[in-house]
């Protein structure tokens, strides 16, 4: 196969020269990604190069030396950063493959016909050649391609970082004639500089893998992972605490929210809507407050902060809250364990019943009567009256405080079950009402 090139080396270089022609042509004529990337001087060179550097491997081969790939490997890295698609890169090689081999054949048969079956053999080695380069092509452009969406991935996550911990106060941006950081990471993340978004906080996974669908760096998607034009875009930001969505609503409610995170059963809490990129901080802040006022034993839930400002004030004041828990329902909390808890969810029942005792006793699966005479219990120890609504205000904030207490400390608990649960505090589940003292 050496012998054979170099007999016909000169008339082979013209007319590689000419197939160079053709395919740059061809390629710009065919494919609008090339034409937007390159002008014809660079493309031509690029291919012209190409097909020199297959017969040089050709020749390589033929001599028991490797193939030098790292041509292949920098073009293919290099169109990778460019953005040209790798269908169109690997296309061109494709074809400049053919038009070589055509080449070889032609100027063999110029040079001498019955050289012709001495070729036949270097067809295999040709392509093997070829497949190395195109291999070598490939796998150098994922790379790169890959290493570009990571930069993106960590690019968007620091743009998103911005926003949700805070940049650069908008007045000191304004005093200094400059844009606030929270604006420009915005813009970057093609954000208007008005409209309508809130922040979502989701729990942390016990497990620690993410709960939302991972999407495309760089792109906003629904929390389902639908991509609906109907729903919100949001963008998340994984951490190791959780995961935080930006939600732009547009034109959808607040409500809306919660039927976006439905699909991943989770629970969540969600900010206040904002106006400007400046005030997402804000709503970050007030939406890791709603989660903390929905605790675990709630089960998947999705808490708008707006919903449930009363116990975002207990969790708000730690200190208040545990002074709260004290002076309201200090002289039920230092009852024995089974007192305590008994009492405790029978007000929580009441309390989400709206007052209904008859509703109360149905959920816990007790008679009215026993539900009646543990609230009279409750108020004599509290020293206050359930018929006095600024006192029933300061029971729900107390009580709130115990749940959020015990969600922050787990080991205990069991002293405040679930008051949905339809179990007795003793544990047994009944098979139908019976009064209790």
């Known amino acids: 196969m050496e012998r054979i090139i170099e007999e016909i080396r000169e008339d082979l270089s013209r007319r590689i020269a000419v197939a160079a022609d053709r395919l740059t042509d061809r390629t710009l004529a065919e494919d609008p990604a090339y034409a937007a990337l390159l002008g014809r001087a660079e493309l031509r060179e690029r291919i012209h190069h190409a097909l020199r550097q297959a017969v040089e491997g050709l020749l390589r081969s033929s001599r028991g030396l490797p193939v030098e790939l790292a041509d292949a490997r920098a073009v293919g890295a290099l169109r990778a950063e460019q953005g040209l698609p790798l269908t169109s890169?690997?296309?061109?090689?494709?074809?400049?493959?053919?038009?070589?081999?055509?080449?070889?054949?032609?100027?063999?048969?110029?040079?001498?016909?019955?050289?012709?079956?001495?070729?036949?053999?270097?067809?295999?080695?040709?392509?093997?050649?070829?497949?190395?380069?195109?291999d070598a092509v490939a796998e150098s452009y994922r790379r790169a391609e890959a290493a570009h969406g990571d930069r993106d991935r960590e690019h968007r996550a620091a743009l998103l970082d911005?926003?949700?911990?805070?940049?650069?106060?908008?007045?000191?941006?304004?005093?200094?004639?400059?844009?606030?950081?929270?604006?420009?990471?915005?813009?970057?993340?093609?954000?208007?500089?008005?409209?309508?978004?809130?922040?979502?906080?989701?729990?942390?996974?016990?497990?620690?893998?993410?709960?939302?669908?991972?999407?495309?760096?760089?792109t906003g998607a629904p929390a389902g992972g639908t991509g609906a034009a109907s729903a919100p875009r949001v963008l998340w930001r994984i951490r190791a605490d959780g995961e935080i969505g930006l939600v732009e609503l547009g034109h959808h409610p607040l409500e809306s929210v919660r039927e976006l995170l439905a699909p991943l059963g989770v629970r969540a809490g969600v900010g206040p809507v904002v106006a400007a990129p400046a005030d997402v901080a804000r709503a970050h802040r007030l939406a890791a407050l709603a989660l903390r006022t929905s605790p675990e034993s709630e089960g998947p839930r999705t808490a708008l902060l707006d919903e449930r400002l009363p116990a975002a004030l207990v969790a708000a004041e730690a200190e208040l809250a545990g002074r709260l828990r004290q002076v309201v329902l200090g002289p039920v909390l230092a009852l024995p364990a089974q007192d305590r808890?008994?009492?405790?969810?029978?007000?929580?029942?009441?309390?989400?019943?709206?007052?209904?005792?008859?509703?109360?006793?149905?959920?816990?699966?007790?008679?009215?009567?026993?539900?009646?005479?543990?609230?009279?219990?409750?108020?004599?120890?509290?020293?206050r009256s359930l018929s006095d609504p600024r006192q029933v205000v300061e029971l729900a904030l107390a009580h709130a405080a115990v749940l959020q207490r015990v969600e922050a400390e787990p080991a205990t608990r069991p002293a405040v079950p679930d008051p949905r649960a339809s179990r007795t505090p003793g544990g047994t589940a009944r098979r139908s009402p019976r009064r209790r003292a």
């Open 89 to 134: 890169l690997l296309r061109t090689y494709r074809r400049g493959g053919r038009l070589l081999w055509q080449s070889l054949t032609e100027a063999v048969t110029a040079h001498d016909r019955a050289a012709l079956p001495r070729l036949l053999p270097g067809a295999t080695a040709l392509w093997d050649v070829l497949d190395q380069m195109t």
């Open 341 to 383: 808890r008994t009492l405790l969810t029978t007000l929580g029942t009441w309390l989400a019943c709206q007052g209904s005792t008859t509703d109360a006793a149905q959920r816990l699966y007790c008679h009215r009567n026993t539900v009646s005479n543990r609230l009279r219990r409750l108020e004599q120890l509290t020293g």
């Open 162 to 218: 911005v926003l949700l911990d805070g940049g650069v106060g908008p007045s000191a941006a304004a005093a200094a004639g400059e844009v606030s950081a929270a604006e420009a990471a915005a813009a970057r993340l093609g954000l208007p500089e008005r409209g309508r978004f809130t922040v979502v906080v989701l729990a942390a996974d016990a497990s620690g893998a993410p709960v939302v669908p991972v999407v495309p760096a760089g």
